[in-house]
């Protein structure tokens, strides 16, 4: 069983800056996917970015250029950078993870066994 804990939401201004933490209980295995998701309201959950045991990323097109995802192994930590921040990045904000490669499923919810209680992001105009 992998915990996942997020942190580090809150609300910003238009172009602001927020930076998520991912903190987990454990990596039981040498090869692992982490991943974040987002959904705002009356909307479904969608895929932002991932990383694996390799430190390859993979991101969304919508957040290209702006949102870096980076993990910190001796922590067992995932952070998101989320950097010119618009009001429709405005989600609860989900880490999620599982054993294994992302792959090009790493977009996808049903991939992911672990996931996390979400933290809030608002981004005001």
């Known amino acids: 069983q992998v915990q996942l804990v997020e942190s580090g939401g809150g609300s910003v201004e238009s172009g602001g800056s927020l930076r998520l933490s991912c903190a987990a209980s454990r990596y039981a295995a040498s090869t692992y996917c982490m991943g974040w998701f987002r959904q705002a309201p009356g909307k479904e959950r969608e895929g932002v970015a991932s990383i694996d045991s390799v430190a390859t990323t993979r991101y969304a097109e919508f957040v290209k250029g702006r949102f870096t995802i980076s993990i910190d192994n001796a922590k067992n930590t995932v952070y998101l950078q989320m950097n010119s921040l618009k009001p429709e990045d405005t989600a609860m904000y989900y880490c999620?993870?599982?054993?294994?490669?992302?792959?090009?499923?790493?977009?996808?919810?049903?991939?992911?066994?672990?996931w996390g209680q979400g933290t809030q992001v608002t981004v005001s105009s």
């Open positions: 999620a993870a599982d054993f294994g490669e992302c792959s090009g499923s790493w977009i996808y919810e049903d991939f992911y066994k672990y």
